[in-house]
């Protein structure tokens, strides 16, 4: 869903050139994802061992980051793991982000709710998808659904299974989601627009 809408930007401001470098990039250089967010949950509600992680090489700086200006190429439509990554303490100085522990926590359930959004749909590496996705048949084939089914190696999204959220940030966590879930979209709640109750 996401590196379908960031195509879709990069084709309605002309930017289509910055995906070129994408296929430059050394596979050994980002991770694929073992498990979506969403199956991670169900695996620790379940208390089921989750499968082991790939350990990425050190990364050079994001392909859509400007190095000279140090800005974001493609800002007004960062994927969600981007816009939710707040570092108590500048990343260059330190060399990685600070995160405070209940802020890990309500970022893991937002991430939980973006892939419900999009259940049945694609889970992978952003720069994998954008690539596979850049190809118009493989896109038209997204359109058609069921033709990938495990295509590429991509995981498919899942619903929420229920949120793993440690006692001390509870109350803030449920905060953050009974805000977000009790919004207005249109006529409804986001609630009723994720569940698919909402009116029409």
Not at 36 to 58: D, F, S, V, W
Not at 150 to 156: C, E, I, T, W
Not at 190 to 197: A, E
């Amino acid at each position: 869903m996401e590196a379908y809408y960031i195509l879709e930007w990069l084709k309605e401001t002309d930017n289509l050139d910055l995906l070129k470098c994408l296929d430059q990039i050394p596979k050994e250089k980002f991770s694929r994802p073992a498990i979506t967010t969403n199956e991670l949950a169900y695996k620790c509600l379940n208390r089921i061992e989750p499968p082991e992680e790939e350990t990425p090489a050190p990364s050079d700086p994001c392909t859509f980051l400007d190095e000279k200006d140090k800005r974001c190429l493609i800002y007004e439509v960062r994927p969600f793991s981007c816009r939710i990554l707040f570092s108590e303490k500048k990343c260059d100085e330190v060399g990685h982000a600070v995160v405070s522990p209940v802020l890990f926590t309500i970022n893991s359930a937002l991430l939980q709710v973006v892939e419900h959004i999009d259940s049945g749909g694609l889970f992978a590496n952003m720069i994998d998808m954008l690539v596979f996705l850049g190809d118009k048949k493989n896109l038209d084939e997204y359109f058609r659904d069921d033709a990938l089914q495990s295509s590429n190696g991509f995981l498919r999204n899942r619903a929420i299974p229920g949120f793993i959220i440690p006692p001390e940030h509870e109350h803030k966590t449920l905060s953050v989601l009974n805000k977000l879930y009790n919004s207005e979209v249109g006529d409804s709640t986001f609630r009723d627009v994720i569940m698919g109750t909402g009116s029409k």
